[in-house]
């Protein structure tokens, strides 16, 4: 995103999944801390069960950057009050962002946030004095965005397959991630990024395939 001197940081996050594992989901939380960004971006599945979001809100309120975030499909069909989840992304200076879009507080980009629903959702408004980021859950997603254009695009939902092998790749990837299963990709929507979560479904295994916090600095 550019070239010259680094002015700005912000991470990615997806993928949680949290089931209870208090001390793990910490240890996220702080090491996003120690890399001091300027915003964070999360593209769903925070939690795997509604009993969770409790917790899991309480954890993430921990982050010291404002949050920007998108649903996954758990996070849809644990059937979760956004309005709650909204209302924690608010108070970190983000904002939770269903089919919306929201400028940081420099000015300096605009985080667009698709909901994923229909293959023909109306497009978002982009701010053409800003940086661009569109958060999306489906990698594959890109498919349904015909003729625009992001400088960046922010994915999950992938996992990385969990599981890969050399020279191979995933064992396997769940729907909706098309060849978009891992790292970056240069689509004609603008260069797309795919991170493998942090958290894992339906089995708690990793090979080859760790869980990943990523940091962007433009």
Known sequence: MGAGKTKHRFVHITDIHHKGDRAYFQSLVRKVNALSPEFVCFTGDLVEKKEYLAEALDILSGIKSPLYGVAGNRDYWAKMPFDGIAAHFKASGGQWLIGQTAVTADGQFTILGSACLKANEPPLR????????????????????????????????????????????????????????????????????????IGWFPVPIRFNCRPEITVFEV
């Open 126 to 197: 982009q701010n053409a004095s800003t940086r661009n980021i569109l958060l999306m859950h489906y990698p594959a997603w890109v498919n349904n965005l015909a003729e625009q254009k992001f400088d960046l695009l922010l994915a999950g939902h992938s996992h990385g397959g969990q599981v890969r092998i050399p020279f191979y790749g995933p064992l396997m990837v769940p729907y909706g991630v098309g060849h978009y299963d891992m790292g970056l990709f240069q689509t004609a929507c603008g260069p797309l990024y795919v991170n493998p979560g």
